[in-house]
């Protein structure tokens, strides 16, 4: 059975530049929300995405956005990278209405100079 | 918006020890999550915890969800070098968006 899964591992940007992150959720959930993690502190949350469409946002500006696909799968898209945008994404995938234990991937680490 | 507050920060134990830590809050939570980060990993989901006074366990982790609904407790007994890590708890009080909020963690070190 196959865990949560991103990608790419790691990924080097500069400011301005826009990058996509994806994430493939464990077999069986529905729901995929994504996490910021700055070095030393808790994950924060982006967004959730359920049935395609987006459920709830956490306080992050317009330039996160995401997609979720007929899959499941999904996309966090970041444009206009400041330096402080570099963390650790995490995607945490869940099995949707009742079922709230969520599942994270590895991560995506992004370097933003 | 909510915050979770850990405690302790870190804490150095000897192996064999038994371990505390706990999560508070201002608000009240309808479930709370435990989770172990390794570097460079994702968290890993320790233990879920669903009703106020709910006293669960996974192996040597035990975890309660508080009467009050604001804090949440873990506990590690008989500690062993693979326990060290960040744990982190997590509350969801809106159970409708699973918007869960994490606190800071806490940095578990285990001497040999």
């Known amino acids: 059975d196959a865990g949560v899964t991103q990608s790419p591992t790691h990924l080097i940007k500069t400011r301005g530049q826009q990058v996509t992150l994806r994430c493939s959720p464990k077999s069986g959930h529905d729901t995929v929300s994504w996490y910021q993690q700055a070095l030393g502190q808790g994950p924060q949350f982006i967004f959730q995405?359920?049935?395609?469409?987006?459920?709830q946002r956490g306080n992050f500006p317009d330039r996160f956005s995401g997609h979720q696909f007929p899959n499941y799968s999904s996309e966090l898209n970041v444009n206009a990278l400041l330096l402080g945008d570099s963390a650790l994404y995490l995607c945490?995938?869940?099995?949707?209405?009742?079922?709230?234990?969520?599942?994270f991937g590895p991560g995506t680490r992004l370097t933003v100079t | 918006g909510q915050q979770l507050n850990q405690s302790p920060q870190s804490m150095f134990i000897q192996e064999g020890e038994d371990v505390s830590m706990n999560c508070t809050s201002s608000?009240?939570?309808?479930?709370w999550l435990w989770y172990k980060q390794d570097p460079g990993e994702g968290p890993v989901l320790l233990i879920a915890l669903y009703k106020a006074g709910e006293l669960t366990s996974n192996g040597r982790l035990t975890a309660q969800f508080g009467i009050t609904r604001k804090d949440s407790f873990l506990n590690i007994s008989a500690s062993i070098p693979s326990d060290v890590g960040i744990y982190f708890c997590a509350g969801l009080e809106d159970n409708y968006g699973q918007n869960f909020v994490f606190g800071p963690g806490t940095r578990l070190s285990v001497l040999p």
């Open positions: 995405y359920y049935e395609e469409e987006e459920r």
């Open positions: 608000s009240i939570f309808n479930t």
């Open positions: 945490a995938s869940s099995a949707g209405q009742g079922l709230y234990e969520q599942y």
